[in-house]
């Protein structure tokens, strides 16, 4: 049996690095589900300041703020402010980028209060929040954001 002499891959081009070779932004895939992650969530949050306002027995809401129609209109403002940076985000306007990390940063924070109450759906939506935190503030920059074009 005998074995094959060995190819001299000297001049070839590295093939791990395909990505490089391509226009097409790293990350871009994970920014575009961050700012779709920021939209939906603006409407969880409508979602839930509208039930706050509407409904007086909301289990654990009330430890927020102690009142349940305040924190009812902390999550609408919050909502309305997160559809409002969302289509920016994903246009990739700078602003609307850290705009969007402060605003999930705040929704991760506003979830941690319902976690005694809704553990999975808090549990995932502090997850994906992190998750678009990390891609907004790893590839939303203006230079990764530009290779996509």
Not at 14 to 39: I, N
Not at 88 to 116: H, M, P, S, T, Y
Not at 142 to 148: G, K, V
Request: charged share 15%; aromatic share 10%.
């Amino acid at each position: 049996m005998t074995i094959p002499p060995a190819r001299d891959t000297g001049s070839e081009p590295a093939r791990d690095a395909g990505w490089q070779q391509h226009p097409k932004a790293h990350g871009s895939f994970l920014v575009t589900t961050a700012g779709c992650w920021l939209g939906l969530s603006a409407l969880f949050n409508l979602m839930y300041g509208f039930g706050a306002l509407v409904s007086e027995h909301i289990a654990h809401a009330h430890y927020m703020f102690g009142i349940l129609h305040s924190s009812g209109w902390i999550s609408i403002i919050l909502g309305v402010l997160q559809l409002a940076v969302a289509g920016e985000a994903l246009a990739g306007d700078q602003l609307a980028r850290w705009l969007g990390v402060a605003l999930l940063a705040l929704n991760a924070i506003d979830q941690k209060f319902f976690v005694a109450t809704y553990e999975l759906s808090s549990a995932l939506i502090i997850l994906f929040d992190v998750i678009a935190i990390y891609a907004l503030c790893r590839y939303g920059s203006r230079e990764n954001l530009a290779r996509s074009e």
